[in-house]
């Protein structure tokens, strides 16, 4: 769902103090630009201002260099961390998977059907088993086995990295992708790598989350999507969902009723980030959905 | 939890163009106010912009009259139509009940907890059971029955009616008050009558909505809390809620249900209109929340 | 997730009466099968017992026709409604199609990764365009375009009948089919069609939900799959969900999150009919999860 | 809501194994009495049997030692572990509280409306404030601090237990009571003892739930409503509920959503277990509702 028209929106962050709202959309006015959607938060605790703000200009967008010209003084006052993007550029996605297919074949389904505005560049694995679903929608697939003759992780990962910037990919989906990515891969990719956790975490993290909530006896599972970090499972929440069950569910149900849950929390992390609805910072996440 | 420092909430709506956010901080700042949350929403379908401001004066606040004079300017630049609030203002609030009492108890456990920032002015019934309740919290309670030979329905609504206006009501709920209530009525106090209707309208609009439920089958029922209009359950929605229901619930059980929603739901409304985060307009609400 | 071992599916009906349960049980245990998983439902207003039974039989089941002459006195002493099912046969569907894809490929893919046990039998469409989604899955895709000059509906409608009955399909989804079906259709294919409709029915009833709930300023929406009858939208409610919305949701964002609940509410409706999980009557379902 | 016919639950448990369904049925049907309600579980990783039967006796309910006699060879047989329940006593059940008075008022408020079938002996609490709360309801108020000279709380425990024992209660209800239950406590009254935990357990278990819950950043909060055991907040877990939270909330909204939670999550458990419809055991409950 393409917009016809091109927006141009703001992401912007700074320490909160009077007059930031005055300021930003004083500059806005200035540069010919009207106001679709705007929204803002102060994190109180953290003393911050985060703002989206979503722009048309009726007698044309300014190209990227310029508008960053004209919003530095602004930025500069404020001494603010701010982005700018353009909805008209379809951001070039790769995704990461194992074996279990169910996220993978939603989100590509998601995106031939318009509802995610993305360009999927390549999907790989450290399993040849998914090739068929995603060469079928003539999408390129790669295999990267870890081989533990050939460097193991580390030259696999290595492998991966280089794959993803040759491809200038600007989004990584972990879509059931069951290996722990390293430090130093997460460390440059900080931001730009969604994962989904089948648990609500923090409840359940680690490996085999629906075996232990079995175990435990709860009334509710869940999912999670996060921004990957070096501390496993601890990166900031994008988005979480629950589904109860019962003690009728034994884990086999759990998986499949879980397995519905991840499809859709995945995809609206991933729908969100593309829409660059979410500023990350001191992990955790401001969704102005 | 009362502010322990008064805000003042600005509610204003105006057809939408460009320039209103950025006149709307320019005049704040020059009041010497700091905004501590904004939130506005445009809707495109009217053409309307909506926002709500919530303020603080690090060197006090002006008081009610001065603000008004002050914001005319701008109000009149914009053809706004707004409305001023200060949190430390415990709006008078009066309750209309019939038989059930559950909403009833609810609200004024909540109001005696905290929970609720209003002052209960009285509760009044066209039946007595509930008197109880009402008077061991130390509160007034009007038994308004409808006597036929004492001029019916026209003559206790008038009585009602004056009720409100000797106590100085600032919001009338409906917290389970099964009589229908006339244009007239319903048109004096637009804007300022919450009713708690046990579906989720539009479905089983009217009576007996459980019975129905469970006649049609349905897997799911729910409560809406909306402001009284002169059609029935047609008033603006504030608020929905809804829970799962199975064959195993028999109408008894979808009762039971409800009665834990229409708690909930009805209590929500009420403390998003105490706390000046609902706008109405067009058969709908902007809900700032 | 099929069965490795296989296993009777018994569902029963028959007026309530004394003594039922206890002569299921000992019919069963005669037989040589023990109970895996048991569930009943009285219902009270209709005066009816209903029972879905799932056993095995560690000496291997018998076939299908030694299992009804056996079953046969017991149904007959209590007048009893009733099926068998084994758990090894995937029934054989038929997917009903237009232009929105959302469903159609989600079902699919739920079928090639092992969710759903079933054979798509075709999918048809009075529509061309969803044929490239089907036909790499290595599914018959069946254009039956509506052409006045053919016949135009009923001629339509009769091939689409013929094509279902020479492929033996025993289960038919309307997977978002924007045509209505002929009273006969459904009569001849009663509980065997499922149908989604695009909203928490009865609520939003017929043509256009999302832009009705927008109007309405509803802050709840949903989706129901119901088994498709001769009244429109009227028939027994399988599975309904729901999801909040705000009014910061314009119809498109309606359309989009009622996409996700129309996905999931669709599949779990065809898993519960395919597990033998749902025994509608009088216009309801009992569903035994 | 009383039932008017007496009826009698039985809960019976024991090793899974083929023929106990038609057994009981045998049984219930000599014994003349009618199932209106049967449910049944099998726990296969514990190769558990579980089952909940309700049943009217149309010539008169026998007494309590009549049936247990008349059980007891079925009861051998199988070695059950078992209860049996009527319907027409009222249990006896003592809140125990500290500060918050939210879960006090719903559930005084629930059985004098009817909608918890209890009679309420007694409230007992470490702090004296929420007296008015419970003495307006005239119901006796125990305040029971914890004084350093005067034994500290092993002397409080142990007179709060001599209070349970002299006023036969039967279920404690921990309706925010901030203390930690002696293992001692917990094991005399196994069982009997639920509590309200802020958190949708496991996450966030211990103190100040709400509060690390925004550190972490999740997007849902939720309540846990469990028997108390020697380990504390992993005692079977009887009922959760979730409700979505945002960027928006802070640690006060937080509490107040989870206010909600636990008031309706914890009069649910506690109708669940005084209608005899949860089985613990491993740690785990089977509830049927």
Redesign the interface.
Known sequence: ?SETTERIVLLLRCTDR??I??AV??F??RQGA????????????HGLFLQRVEVEFPDGAPDGYELSEALRPLAERFAMTWSIHSTTRRPRVALLVSKD??CL??LL?RV??G?LDAEIALVASNHDVLRP?VE??DIAFHHLPIDADAGGKPAQEAEMDQLLVDHDVELVVLARYMQILSDDFTRTWAGRVINIHHS?????KGARPYHRA?E?????I?ATAHYATADLDEG???????T?V???D?V?DLV?KG??LER?VL?SAVRLHLEHRVLAYE?????F?
């Open positions: 769902m009077p007059g709202v005055a959309a004083e806005l006015q009207n106001i679709v959607h705007a929204d803002q938060h102060t994190d109180r605790s297919g169910h074949t939603d389904s031939e059907l509802e679903y079928r929608a609500f975490l923090p409840a359940f079995h435990r006896g709860v009334k509710i869940g900031p929440i994008i988005v979480q969902d629950v109860p019962s003690h009728r034994e086999a499949r397995r519905d859709t995809a992990n955790r996440t401001v969704v959905d």
